[in-house]
RNA sequence: GCCAGCGUAGCUCAGCGGUAGAGCAGCUGUUUCGUAAACAGCUGGCCGUCGGUUCGAUUCCGACCGCUGGCUCCA
């Protein structure tokens, strides 16, 4: 506990000092150019930004030249001075501040607070270090526009990023840490381990999986579905278009809009592509009257979605325009849902632990601004998800306006090995789409009711979790999940013959595995296959072809000697079988 | 979509107002080798697309397309 107290005011003090860093930063900008509108300029994770509206848009170049003028305000160690002054009295120092004025003009309370080193002053709550000289390192990493209030109707201002730590180490570290984030760059890796590809002749934010990347998927794929089977779920399939008027009876085409394709002509009808794939499910659902006995039914289906995103947004695998949802939806009672929820709560647990995430946080999201059902509906939903979250005694935190238009949801993030937060699975309770597609059951008095629904994805997408997954193993998959599980290495020409029997033999043990037969020398071969991350090398060579053995490599560099091929076949085959993280 | 930067061989990247280069990969030979790169030769480019300036544009300017970092928005 008192370690905890303490971590937490040393991350007080270190906002603090991050914070008057970008008002040494706002000085620095100042000095350079003295016609400088400012912005807001908070502390942020890991540092700050600050934004400006100036007489030119700002160049790379320009950043070294302003961290000069900041070492030099620090080296100066001007105190920051807090004055309080009356709301029309800070009105007229920020006279030719009109984004200061604005938040002037908005703050409820008589008097307003400022901060001055030097010859600078800013409209500011505080706190802030005693002065400039308690500025740590800090680093000026990259320019970037930014709408003023973040509202994209507004002017977009110019935003500096910075980075400040206590120490020149811990600055390092980081500095470190960024270059191992670039190195795993899962679109950096997605090419050099032939993963997938995307094209500007196909269009951008549409995947190809390479054989390598498809082998990967299909082994997750192929997990999922044998762990939903065993939970009761049943696998569905859906067309991917759909006439655009069942999702204009969804909502989808009022509430969803912009991110819907345009509708195509078919026989005089519109159809558009599926951007979910709730509809299908419940029209599956309804082609039979259900018994409240039949409940819950629960439809899985790995479908694919489009949806537009605007271009500005596109990244890899993990923000496209196709993507195929790890989909289920679960039909039931109200006396059903939470148990049908816990459930799900305990599959994404299972999924995370198999996956190797071991910390997540969830969030509770609440009504959003643009919302469709009854106020009524939104509360017995977001209770329920709240009840399981508290009875499973999950530490959550609510996220609120950040449910989805026709109900409240549970999203997950998970933090990779960086510790960086990716979105995973999502929980969403709906009460709305039932009652708009009157799915029903028949309850035991024999009335209809109306089903819950529940829609979830324990992975979110394939395309965004491998995106996460690749980053989070650097590359190198766990044995089961590795497109290439072993390379058979013959030293020479000679033993080509032996290490064709090894692979076929391997083959027929459903193990993934090839033998390197180019004419290069036996160190090249496990070089390319250590680039390649293959877990596995077997290398035959005289001794190995005569006595029926491989010679076993790690990935890991070790050499675990010479076995014999069914010594290999049990060791290896274990390894995957289990699941196991490490090879 | 908005702001800024970038786009040269399959990949990573030099270059430049006078018509294009390296390493790796690929191909062809030679080499047959014991735990992270054998040697030699050869091939390979509408310098993102379209337009403008110029005697001449891969180079300068503009538009478009795409990518990167952000903003806004999301699985």
Redesign the pocket.
């Known amino acids: 506990m008192a370690i905890q107290e303490k971590r937490v005011l040393a991350t007080e003090e270190l906002e603090k000092m991050r914070h008057s860093a970008s008002h040494v930063m706002a000085e620095a900008v100042s000095l350079i150019f003295p016609e400088t509108r400012f912005g807001i300029g908070p502390a942020i994770e890991d540092g700050f930004?600050y934004d400006f509206e100036l007489p030119r848009?700002?160049?790379?170049e320009d950043l070294p030249v302003i961290e000069a003028r900041m070492r030099e305000i620090i080296a100066r160690n001007e105190p920051f001075i807090r004055e309080e002054v009356a709301k029309e009295e800070a009105e007229k120092i920020f006279l030719a501040q009109p984004y200061k004025l604005e938040l002037i003009r908005e703050l409820p309370d008589a008097k307003v607070s400022t901060y001055r080193q030097g010859a600078f002053v800013d409209l500011c709550r505080g706190p802030h270090v005693k002065s400039t000289g308690q500025i740590g390192a800090f680093k000026l990493?990259?320019?970037?526009?930014?709408?003023w209030?973040?509202?994209?109707t507004r002017p977009?201002l110019?935003?500096i990023?910075g980075v400040a730590f206590a120490t020149e180490e811990q600055l390092q570290d980081y500095l470190h840490k960024l270059e191992e984030a670039q190195r795993r760059?899962h679109?950096?890796l997605g090419?050099?381990l032939e993963l997938y590809s995307?094209h500007?002749e196909a269009?951008?934010?549409l995947v190809m999986w390479h054989p390598n990347g498809a082998a990967v998927r299909r082994a997750i794929e192929d997990f999922w579905k044998d762990e939903h089977a065993l939970r009761g779920y049943e696998l569905v399939y859906t067309p991917h278009i759909a006439k655009v008027d069942l999702w204009k009876t969804s909502g989808h085409w009022e509430f969803y809009r912009?991110?819907l394709y345009s509708p195509m002509d078919i026989d005089e009808q519109e159809y558009i592509v599926k951007p979910m794939n709730c509809l299908g499910h419940i029209i599956i659902y309804k082609t039979q009257k259900r018994s409240y006995r039949d409940l819950p039914l629960r439809y899985a289906e790995l479908g694919t979605v489009y949806?537009y995103?605007?271009?500005?947004?596109?990244?890899?695998?993990?923000?496209?325009?196709?993507?195929t949802?790890d989909d289920a939806h679960i039909f039931c009672t109200p006396e059903q849902l939470e148990d049908e929820i816990a459930g799900v709560v305990e599959l994404v647990r299972f999924m995370m632990k198999t996956f190797g995430f071991e910390h997540y946080d969830m969030y509770l999201s609440t009504r959003?601004e643009k919302y469709a059902g009854s106020l009524e509906g939104w509360k017995v939903a977001t209770d329920a998800l709240a009840n399981v979250l508290q009875r499973l005694g999950i530490e959550y935190k609510v996220d609120p306006g950040?449910g989805?238009f026709y109900g409240p949801?549970i999203?997950t993030k998970l933090h990779d090995a960086l510790g960086r937060e990716w979105?995973?699975?999502?929980i969403?309770v709906d009460f709305n789409l039932p009652q708009r597609f009157n799915v029903t059951y028949v309850a035991a008095d024999s009335k209809e009711q109306q089903v819950f629904m529940v829609h979830r994805?324990v992975?979110?997408?394939m395309?965004?979790?491998m995106g996460c997954l690749i980053e989070h193993y650097a590359g190198a998959f766990p044995a089961w999940l590795a497109p290439v599980q072993a390379v058979v290495?013959?030293?020479?020409?000679?033993?080509l013959e032996y290490a064709r029997r090894v692979e076929s033999e391997l083959k027929r043990e459903r193990f993934r595995v090839r033998v390197d037969s180019?004419?290069?020398?036996?160190?090249?071969?496990?070089?390319?296959?250590?680039?390649q991350k293959v877990p596995y090398?077997l290398?035959?060579?005289?001794?190995?072809?005569q006595s029926g053995?491989v010679?076993?490599?790690l990935?890991t560099?070790k050499?675990l000697?010479?076995m014999s091929l069914s010594d290999f076949k049990a060791k290896a085959g274990d390894t995957i079988a289990t699941r196991a993280l490490e090879v």
């Open positions: 930004y848009p700002l160049v790379n990493m990259s320019i970037a526009g930014a709408y209030r973040g509202e994209e977009m110019q935003r990023y760059d679109r950096r090419k050099e995307i500007d269009g951008p934010g912009e991110n949806r995103e605007r271009s500005g947004v596109l990244h890899g695998l993990t923000r496209v325009r196709g993507f949802q959003p950040e989805v949801k999203d979105q995973g699975p999502t969403q994805a992975l979110g997408s395309e965004r979790f290495i013959p030293i020479a020409d000679r033993h180019r004419s290069e020398r036996m160190n090249a071969k496990i070089r390319e296959a250590q680039l090398m290398v035959v060579g005289d001794k190995e072809s053995n010679s076993v490599r990935r560099g050499d000697g010479s």
